[in-house]
């Protein structure tokens, strides 16, 4: 009988330790609260295109905004780029924009954007893209990463990783 308890305690243990350990993983891939002032440093950005061609964040201000980081190398942003894309074709004319942000280089987003199209604006965030997600609640600075703003310029919605069909479905119920 003391043997049955000793191996029922320490399996609750080793259960417990267990559920802790993916508890403070989640917490570090979790997204986190968005830091003072990061809504109004981002309106107040403006990126440059994979071409040159200039990407104002504030002229996309007051309509619902799905923002992507991602790049070329990150296997889950480029198998969610097309879901993002049908998102804006059947999302924009109920007001919805869409905006990529590539946390790469120029030359593999311009070659990558050849090969898929893509019907919505993309902005160069290079490696600053990634402290700019940190400041939006990305606290591992993941990729893919995405964020909803609004019509109001307010953060409503972050995910770490991959979006789904369902996550684009709720948030589309927002504009």
Known sequence: MKLQ?????????????????AWVSWQRIAPQVVLSGAEAAFWAGAF????????NLAGMRGRPLLVNFWATWCPP?????????AFNTANAPQGW??????????????GFLQKLPLNFPVGMAGFAGTELSR??????????????F?????VLHRKIGKVSEADLAQWAQLG
């Open 5 to 21: 308890r000793r191996t029922v305690l320490m399996t609750g243990a080793a259960v417990t330790a267990a559920g802790a350990g």
């Open 48 to 55: 440059e295109g994979p071409n040159g061609e200039a990407v």
């Open 77 to 85: 942003c480029v198998e969610e780029l097309p879901l993002l894309n």
């Open 135 to 148: 400041s939006l609640g990305n606290p591992s600075g993941s990729l893919p990463y995405t964020v909803v």
């Open 97 to 110: 924009q869409v905006l990529g942000l590539a946390v790469d280089q120029p030359s593999a987003v311009r």
């Open 150 to 154: 609004g019509d109001e310029g307010t």
